[in-house]
């Protein structure tokens, strides 16, 4: 039997929260935004796309080996 190393791990984690995630949001989201969850899918990806070139400016203009995670604190 072959022991799960970190990259197995990893997979697994990856696998299990973006697979599960999607399902458990997507009920949810349902339920509440009922008729609007297209919609708020829609506002949900902008406003990630908003933050994910935010973060890209700023490590162009601040570049270091941090990444993101400075801009945190």
């Known amino acids: 039997m072959k022991k799960i190393g970190f990259w197995e791990a990893y997979s697994i984690g ?25 919609l708020s899918f829609l506002f949900a990806g902008l406003i990630a796309l908003i ?5 890209v400016k700023l490590s162009l203009r601040y ?11």
């Open 14 to 38: 990856v696998g299990g929260m973006i697979g599960g995630g999607i399902f458990a949001v997507l009920g949810l989201t349902i339920i509440l935004a009922k008729g609007g969850a297209p």
């Open 63 to 73: 570049p270091s080996e941090g990444g993101t995670v400075e801009f945190l604190g």
């Open 51 to 55: 933050t994910s070139y935010s973060y």
